[in-house]
């Protein structure tokens, strides 16, 4: 049987979130441990957590605080890696637990930018819909959530959801890239006509 000591080394208690051995992770947090403990990359328990899709390790993690927003090496962060993943219960977790607005990923995106790259319909909605989200960020590329919907989608119903989902939020349609075109440029451009009506 392990001793406290050895729960709490850095290595175990990494080694136990990604088992998803919760009991264990939470004797090591009640004995001490840090929750906010990262692995050589700079993950946090709950990033690895979330990477792994552990709802429950990952709840059990803010229940003892775990911070939402602590950035790995490579810019990731428990509520941005929720977001870009689709993981709409986890999202809402942090939201609930302190996830701030003004951290952003490597390519200086919010958490809804690659969600509307990806398809991820409810959590857009849900990201959409939440107070003061700023809906309209720009990233690094010079695209809005909006233009990577339109850029890096294929135009199906999944992408005519997200783009009325953040018309109805509010979204600027017309926020342009870094080459002056517009989002409705850019979806005429690839025959996206269901899009293009809704840009309209």
């Known amino acids: 049987m392990e001793t406290k000591k050895e729960i709490m080394t850095v290595s175990n208690i990494i080694n136990l979130v990604q088992k998803n051995d919760r009991s264990s992770v939470e004797e090591a947090l009640k004995n001490g441990a840090d929750v906010n403990t990262t692995d050589l990359q700079k993950r946090s328990l709950i990033l690895l957590a979330t990477i ?3 709802k429950e390790m990952a709840a059990l993690l803010v229940k003892y605080g775990a911070d939402v927003n602590q950035q790995s090496e490579n810019l990731d962060s428990p509520f941005l890696y929720a977001g870009a993943t689709g993981q709409t219960e986890l999202l809402k ?3 609930d637990n302190g996830a701030r607005f003004n951290v952003f990923n490597r390519y200086n ?9 990806r398809g991820h319909v409810e959590t857009v909605q849900l990201l959409a819909s939440t107070k003061n989200y700023p809906i309209d960020h720009v990233n690094r590329l010079g695209w809005t959530a909006l233009m990577e919907a339109v850029i890096l989608g294929d135009g199906s119903e999944t992408y005519q959801q997200i783009v009325q989902i953040l018309k109805e ?3 600027k349609m017309d926020i342009p890239d870094n080459d002056r075109i517009t989002p409705l440029q850019h979806a005429r451009s690839r025959g996206f006509e269901e899009i293009v009506i809704l840009l309209k």
């Open 52 to 54: 792994k899709k552990q």
């Open 93 to 95: 977790l942090f939201l």
């Open 169 to 171: 939020a509010g979204a």
């Open 109 to 117: 995106g919010s958490a809804l930018i690659p969600a509307c790259e």
